[in-house]
């Protein structure tokens, strides 16, 4: 298994559309591991292919907390056939927006149809965090992220924090480097 470089904004992959999968071969199966595997390893809960640069229709989920117990659920092709009216809201956060956080209001239940590893149709129904990332996970496939839910100034505020904190995180290993080599 190799562990994926998950991209971050404002790169240009996490707004196209990625493309469907024709066939579940080992390529997919393979990607879909590496994914997990990658996900895990940033404690995520969730990734989409476009994230790791992968403009094809795959995500993988697992909402246990600690990861202590795994259930992981890879989708590929996954499209939601069936939302509830009801909405609720959570508080997002994304691998491609490091450790910024904002409330998005989603469906509080949908059911999505997807292929399974093996190609297989499935159909799950979602409730609670499952709900949630998989609708987030889905817009990722779209090019959208959950920033795009707030207003313009919220947004531009989240990233300017993220821009800021880049900065700081730069300029403290270059500090650090310099120590080294003193
Ligand atoms: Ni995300």
Same mark, same amino acid.
């Given at each position: 298994?190799?562990?994926?470089? +998950? ?20 390529e ?15 404690? *995520?809960? *969730?990734?989409? *292919?476009?994230? +790791? ?6 995500v @993988? ?9 795994p ?8 499209? &939601? &056939? ?14 491609? @927006? ?5 409330? +998005? ?9 997807y ?12 409730? *609670?965090?499952?709900? &949630?990332? &998989? ?48």
């Amino acid at each position: 298994m190799t562990k994926l470089k +998950v991209l971050e904004v404002p790169h240009a992959i996490l707004r196209q559309t990625a493309e469907p999968v024709e066939a579940v071969d080992q390529e997919i199966k393979q990607l879909l591991s590496d994914m997990l595997e990658t996900m895990y390893a940033t404690n *995520g809960v *969730g990734l989409a *292919g476009n994230q +790791v640069g992968v403009l094809k229709r795959v995500v @993988v989920i697992d909402c246990q907390d600690e990861h202590e117990n795994p259930d992981p659920i890879k989708l590929v092709n996954p499209q &939601i &056939i069936a939302r509830s009216s009801e909405c609720v809201c959570h508080n997002e956060g994304c691998l491609s @927006v490091p450790r910024e956080y904002a409330d +998005v209001e989603r469906s509080a239940a949908v059911t999505v149809r997807y292929q399974d590893e093996n190609g297989q149709v499935c159909e799950r129904s979602a409730t *609670g965090l499952l709900a &949630i990332a &998989i609708q987030h996970e889905l817009d990722h496939l779209d090019g959208k992220l959950f920033i795009d839910y707030l207003s313009p100034f919220k947004r531009q505020r989240l990233l300017k924090h993220l821009e800021k904190r880049r900065k700081k995180e730069a300029r403290i290993a270059e500090d650090q480097e310099r120590d080294l080599n003193e």
